[in-house]
């Protein structure tokens, strides 16, 4: 039977990206999705996300030739696999998406190949998931398969140059399989790759994740307090940064994305008694949209305002991803508390309100300018490049309440 180079199962953000940059390499690469619109927009020729250079790179991948999408997996020597692993309502990781994608592999894969897992997981994810493909297939005796995880570490917005130059964590079941899969990813990308085991590539995204998390909720809390102290809290990190040995992060409405206010609850989940500031820390970061909603609410009720204006929608800046947005969670709030309010909305990266927006009937989306024209209070919720421009002069007469900075260093 031939077999394909490499087969990557789920194609979203992490999937498409890695497949087009293997394909642009001169890999042969079988890209797969559940979704069929997915698999349909990518036969197109479409791709299914705005992200920087995303287009072009898929044009070339199916230019080479070296690309093909369907909803069905094919036989490889190497599968990577980039799934969801979201959590559930309780916060623990949910990992069927991994199992699913296992049991499919566990039809056609052959003696020699290599499962390489990208989803960010739990401690042991990839242990499991060589437990269920070998369940699987009782012809295959262990070390017939090599398994390693090598988790994504790129940014939206800069995936593309990211996947190339990031250094790579590559975590093998065996040091043996370390190396082979280092091989796959010394074909296209220019930093260094760096072997393990699995559990400590696994620990060690999920330590970079909520890293992040924690210094995000530091300069959360520092907003939230220097705002009862009456102080700017913009000003404070500046000068604090100052210092050789500190390096405060950036307030905002909150954290969103599937990723930093998703990964650290894996780590609470397996280790309860001792991640007390991991757990602190989500739910510091998890109280600041209720604390902007309060504030919005106090300049509604001082101004006795009939419509507020609010600036972006997506889960940060420069992109048009609004899956888990404090944006989205203080507009619907807003929306609840304020019924007879009018909240207009501008978001450059979409072309209509979200499914979850739509049913208020108090929101619409509109124009930056006609919002600067006719607006009293002005909430700036993400630090679009759009929003960077406008002048101090255009805000002058209005309200304003800058969640991120933004507007603190605008010329006038
Ligand atoms: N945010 C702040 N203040 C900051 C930085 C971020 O409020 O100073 C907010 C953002 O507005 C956003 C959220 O945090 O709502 C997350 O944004 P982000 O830019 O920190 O991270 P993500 O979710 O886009 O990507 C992260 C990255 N991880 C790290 O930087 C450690 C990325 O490298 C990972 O690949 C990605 O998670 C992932 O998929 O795990």
Redesign the pocket.
């Known amino acids: 039977m031939s077999v394909i180079d490499v087969c990557v199962v789920g194609l979203g ?2 999937g498409l990206p890695t497949s087009i940059v293997l394909a642009t390499s001169g890999t042969q690469v079988h890209g797969v999705d559940v979704n069929e619109s997915v698999v349909e927009r990518l036969e197109a020729g479409e791709a299914t996300f705005e992200e920087p250079g995303l287009q072009d790179a898929l044009n070339a991948a199916f230019s080479a030739g070296n690309l093909t999408v369907s909803n069905q997996l094919v036989p490889a020597a190497t599968y990577i696999i980039a799934v969801p692993t979201p959590i559930d309502a309780a916060n623990s990781p949910d990992t069927t998406y991994i199992r699913a994608a296992a049991l499919e592999i566990a039809k056609s894969i052959q003696a020699g190949a290599l499962v390489i897992l990208e989803s ?1 997981s739990p401690v042991g994810t990839t242990e499991s998931l060589a437990d269920i493909i070998y369940s699987f297939r009782e012809d295959l005796v262990d070390g017939d398969l090599s398994f390693a995880h090598c ?7 800069r995936m593309l140059d ?1 996947i190339r130059t ?1 250094d790579r964590i590559v975590g093998g079941l065996t040091p043996e399989d370390a190396e082979k899969a280092a091989a796959i990813y010394q074909g296209f990308c220019s930093g260094a790759i760096h072997l393990t085991d699995a559990k400590t590539a696994e620990l060690t ?1 999920l330590a ?2 909520s ?3 924690v ?2 909720a530091f ?2 809390e520092l907003s939230m307090l220097a705002e009862d102290l009456g102080v700017d809290v913009w000003g404070v990190i500046d000068l604090a940064n100052k210092h050789p040995r500190v390096n405060i ?13 998703v ?1 650290p609850w894996f780590l609470v989940s397996s280790a309860p008694a001792n991640t007390q500031l991991i757990r602190a820390a989500r739910h510091v ?1 998890d109280s600041k949209p209720q604390f902007v909603i309060d504030r919005i609410g106090r300049e509604i009720k001082s101004g006795a305002l009939e419509s507020v204006a609010i600036l972006g929608l997506a ?3 420069n ?1 048009d991803d609004l899956r ?3 944006s989205v969670q203080i507009v619907q709030q807003l929306a609840t508390d304020f019924p007879e309010l009018k909240i207009r909305i501008v978001e450059p990266f979409v072309t209509s309100l979200p499914e979850n927006l739509c049913r208020n009937t108090n929101l619409s989306l509109e124009s930056l300018e006609s919002i600067l024209a006719s607006e009293e209070l002005v909430v700036l919720l ?2 679009h490049d759009q929003f960077r421009v406008i002048s101090r002069r255009e805000l002058a007469t209005k309200r304003v309440i800058d969640t ?1 900075g933004l507007w603190r260093e605008l010329d006038v």
């Open positions: 953000y992490i960010t988790p994504e570490r790129v940014i939206p917005g990211e990031n995204k970079e994740n890293f992040r998390d210094n995000i300069a959360n992060l950036q307030p905002g409405p909150g954290v969103g994305g599937h990723c930093i206010a990964d970061n889960f940060k800046a992109v888990e947005s404090p993400v630090d991120r």
